[in-house]
């Protein structure tokens, strides 16, 4: 009897176990009829002619062995035959009134068989349990690749971080997904995104990042309520860990400023995000389809006198001042690199020191009082900030790239020319 109470806390043990791990009861179910069979697959050579039924309510399982009925002396094997004399005297299952080549039902306690096969059953359920565990946790993280996850600092080796999160899976974070400035403490918790999660040998390890792009978006999402609710999208994000960032923004409701609303009021929401990147710096832009206008606001702080562009090529030559120059490329080469990986674009920078060494140049908005704004914004999309920059652009490239009728671009060439010849 005592044998028999051992299976039943089994089944109970296991039931704990679909709470704790979120297995369902059909899983639970099938895994337990699974072990079954397998043990008893052992003992007899085969599981074919039993029959298990799992009462998972009540914590116990019955099984019914199914022998043929053949004359006495004829059995040739036990564990699919049985004597009729046998079957209609069966102590577990008496049947009086069975006949030759009838199927004989035999009901099996499985306790009767000892510890072993008790012993048997309860390490074939462990491993099974523990296969199901590792695939839920694989079918679980993989569909949160990308997603934003918080882990507590366990251990601290020289080439990566071990993590636990709330239910103590453990997150792996490389040395190459760590800002280069991070330090971190055991103990303190440390967020990232799930940057993969592979299932090699059925053994789950997941790798989470805090330099992939991702990371800055989901921060962003976090920190920013029009993003999460998607009145404001990021449209592309070009990161240097702990170094510089850029980020591309389009709202779609006209009544928001998508920079304003990611920066926040002097700056309190993007100065978290700052904090959490190890004082990375962030340039948030306006988003458009426009390559040109794209490229001059990637390069900001620098303004660009004019730009050549290779749509075809992914290329864009662009011309500044010299005093631009070093705005452009940024302390270390990151601003344009970042342009460049934020637009797409490969871009090559060129003083503009064209005309006199005495004759300026004049920007396009300081003609307002004569030319429309609309047409100077039109000019400045298609890569003309400067008076010589639309100068130099001939007649018919302005007209089909800004879009402009003959007239207006002959007035505009009239005003500017003007004022280099006063």
Not at 163 to 191: A, F, H, M, S
Not at 199 to 205: L, V
Request: some cysteine; proline content about 3%; overall charge negative.
């Amino acid at each position: 009897m005592a044998k028999k109470v051992e299976t039943v806390d089994m089944a109970d043990r296991f039931a704990e176990f679909k709470e704790l791990k979120n297995i369902d009861k059909t899983t639970m179910i099938s895994v337990l009829e699974e072990s079954f069979r397998s043990v008893l697959a052992k003992m007899f050579g085969s599981d074919e002619n039993f029959d298990v039924i799992m009462n998972p309510d009540k914590g116990d399982c019955e099984i019914y062995q199914n022998l043929e009925v053949v004359p006495d002396g004829e059995v040739e094997n036990e564990n699919r035959q049985i004597g009729l004399t046998d079957a209609r005297n069966d102590e577990e299952s008496p049947d009086p009134d069975c006949e030759i080549g009838e199927e004989h039902t035999r009901k099996i306690d499985f306790a009767k068989f000892g510890r072993r096969a008790i012993l048997n059953l309860r390490q074939t359920l462990a491993s099974k349990i523990l296969d199901l565990q590792k695939d839920a946790i694989y079918t679980k993280f993989k569909d949160l690749e990308g997603e934003l996850v918080s882990g507590e600092v366990y251990q601290i080796w020289k080439r990566e971080v071990l993590l636990l999160d709330d239910d103590k899976n453990e997150l792996l974070l490389p040395k190459d997904q760590q800002i280069p400035t991070d330090i971190y403490r055991k103990g303190e918790t440390v967020r990232a995104v799930i940057h993969n999660v592979d299932n090699k040998n059925n053994n789950p390890k997941i790798t989470v990042s805090r330099t992939s792009e991702q990371f800055l978006r989901r921060l962003f999402e976090l920190e920013v309520p029009e993003i999460h609710d998607g009145l404001i999208v990021i449209r592309a994000v070009a990161r240097i860990p702990g170094e510089r960032a850029k980020i591309a923004v389009e709202s779609y409701d006209d009544r928001i400023d998508p920079v304003g609303a990611c920066v926040g009021v002097k700056g309190g929401r993007i100065h978290g995000i700052v904090r959490e990147l190890r004082n990375e710096n962030i340039d948030v832009i306006n988003y458009t389809t426009n390559p040109q206008l794209l490229i001059q606001r990637a390069l900001s702080p620098a303004k660009i006198s004019s730009m050549r562009l290779d749509e075809e090529g992914k290329r864009a030559e662009v011309f500044l001042k010299p005093e631009e120059v070093s705005l452009a490329i940024g302390k270390g080469g990151l601003n344009i690199k970042l342009a460049s990986m934020l637009t797409g674009y490969a871009i090559d920078v060129y003083r503009d020191e064209t005309g006199s060494e005495n004759e300026e140049d004049i920007y396009l908005d300081e003609f307002k009082d004569e030319i429309d704004e609309w047409v100077i914004e039109a000019l400045k999309n298609m890569g003309c900030a400067t008076a010589k920059a639309v100068l130099r652009t001939p007649r018919q490239d302005i007209i089909d790239r800004a879009d402009l009728e003959e007239g207006t671009v002959d007035h505009v060439l009239s005003v500017l020319k003007a004022e280099f010849e006063d």
